[in-house]
């Protein structure tokens, strides 16, 4: 069983940045790929980047790649996202997510899920 709790979000202008936490609880952490995925008001919720375990590999969706960074800390039993040059479409709320199997973009392969943390970017 894995426990994640999500953290940093918060409300920016547009161009900021942002970091955001994802702290998990149980074993082998390192071993289970992370996922960040967000939901903005009356979408579905999409993926933004995974990490996955073992070597760290990280993958982005389009519209993010080059602005966030997913990286984690294993010793820690963290992962994080780093959000730059924050644009008001990546307003939304942002979840975290992990699995025991391989890395994926299908918010359907994660087992277990954060609560969320909103993300507001103003203009």
């Known amino acids: 069983q894995v426990q994640l709790v999500e953290s940093g979000g918060g409300l920016v202008q547009a161009g900021d940045s942002l970091r955001l936490s994802c702290a998990a609880s149980g074993r082998a952490f390192s071993s289970y790929s992370l996922g960040w995925f967000r939901q903005a008001p009356g979408k579905d919720r999409e993926f933004v980047a995974y990490?996955?375990?073992?070597?760290?590999?990280?993958y982005y969706e389009h519209s993010v790649k080059g602005r966030f960074t997913c990286s984690r800390d294993n010793a820690k039993n963290t992962v994080h996202l780093q959000m730059d040059s924050l644009k008001p479409e990546d307003t939304a709320v942002y979840y975290c997510a992990a699995t025991r199997g391989t890395a994926t973009v299908l918010e359907g392969a994660y087992e277990y899920w954060g609560q969320g943390t909103q993300v507001t970017v103003s203009s």
């Open positions: 990490i996955s375990g073992g070597a760290g590999h990280t």
